[in-house]
């Protein structure tokens, strides 16, 4: 069982900037890909940004350029870096981990991000 908290988020005005942590209660060896999800209201779930246990990353390529994901395998957490954030941006965003040893996803409860104009 891996347990993610994700803290960070809030409201921000257009162009502005925040942080999202995410920290794991499982050792950062034993997840071999952790990242970002989010869910605006009415839509689907969808890829925010991935980093592999190696640093390899992902982006969806609505945020490329404007946000960075990073991870520090010493104290089980990965971070979401936001910056130039848009309205459009606004959403709950979701931490989850791949936990190998058993194969399965894990999602923590979610961080809202509101982002005015």
């Given at each position: ?8 988020g809030?409201l921000?005005?257009a162009?502005g ?7 794991a209660?499982?050792?950062s060896r034993s ?14 779930r ?16 609505s945020?490329?350029?404007r946000f960075?994901i ?11 870096q936001?910056?130039?954030l848009?309205?459009?941006d606004?959403?709950?965003y ?7 040893p ?14 005015s104009?």
């Open positions: 069982q891996v347990q993610l908290v994700e803290s960070g809030g921000v005005q162009g900037s925040l942080r999202l942590s995410c920290a209660s499982a050792i997840i071999n890909a952790m990242g970002w999800y989010r869910q605006a209201p009415g839509k689907q969808e890829l925010v940004a991935t980093i592999t246990s190696g640093g390899g990353t992902n982006y969806a390529d945020v490329k350029g960075t990073s991870r520090d395998n010493a104290k089980n957490t990965v971070y979401l936001m910056n130039s848009k309205p459009e606004t959403a709950v979701y931490c989850y981990a791949f936990y190998a058993n194969g399965m996803n894990y999602w923590g409860k979610g961080t809202l991000v509101t982002v104009s």
